[in-house]
């Protein structure tokens, strides 16, 4: 079946540091994948996104890597900030191209002062 | 300037009510959705609307109606609520059904 997980629930670091978030995929015909972050009682805000034809993306102070062979999706914050804390989400659009995401579960992201 | 806003934020409710979310994107995208988060934060795909036409519709009980008056909105009608209906609702939006989906702040449901 189709599903999206991430490697741990929650990840802590101090201010500053990089940050690493890994995502696993198991639906090899997806083709779009994106990370969201999602604050407390906030709706999940677009990051960065990555077709299947790249293996790297940045953005501002992120990348996101997508290893097509072993399907793994990571995200990568250099300096990690206060306001990075939240909840961060990979998705994938599966085999379809309806619009349809499927959401991973979600990893915690902490930032110790 | 709100992107994708919802309307109630917050409903509280007694089982059996039926009640309606609201939404609303002023982006002028052509796609819009509804998205389910229980508790344990799982984001879960119920409907999505491209130009007032159904093209996903999930497994998803039949009290859940969703209603597209024109493409920049799309509402939830719940019938006969229940207990386990209980989560934060997500409306989202894109330009297309395969361009990024933009998310509304989210209207939490309790049903009593």
């Known amino acids: 079946g189709e599903s999206v997980g991430l490697h741990l629930p929650t990840l802590s670091v101090q201010e500053g540091d990089n940050s690493i978030i890994n995502c696993a995929y198991s639906n090899s015909a997806s083709d779009y994948f994106i990370w969201y972050k999602q604050e407390s009682g906030k709706g999940p805000q677009f990051i960065i996104d990555?077709?299947?034809?790249?293996d790297k993306r940045q953005g501002q102070r992120v990348t996101v890597l997508l290893n097509k062979t072993v399907k793994h999706l990571s995200l990568q914050i250099a300096a990690t900030q206060p306001g990075d804390s939240a909840v961060y989400f990979c998705a994938e659009n599966g085999s379809s191209n309806t619009g349809k995401l499927i959401f991973g579960q979600g990893t915690t992201l902490q930032v110790k002062p | 300037d709100t992107a994708v806003s919802q309307t109630p934020k917050y409903l509280v409710t007694q089982m059996g009510n039926d009640k309606s979310i609201k939404c609303e994107q002023n982006l002028g995208h052509d796609t819009m959705y509804w998205y389910k988060q229980d508790s344990k934060k799982f984001l879960k795909i119920m409907f999505s609307y491209n130009n007032k036409e159904l093209i996903i519709n999930e497994t998803v009980p039949n009290r859940f109606s969703p209603k597209s008056p024109d493409k920049a909105h799309l509402n939830l009608h719940i019938n006969s609520l229940e207990l386990g209906d209980s989560a934060v609702y997500f409306c989202?939006?894109?330009?297309?059904?395969?361009?990024?989906?933009?998310f509304g702040p989210g209207t939490r449901l309790t049903v009593l």
């Open positions: 990555i077709r299947s034809n790249m």
């Open positions: 989202a939006s894109s330009r297309s059904n395969t361009d990024t989906q933009y």
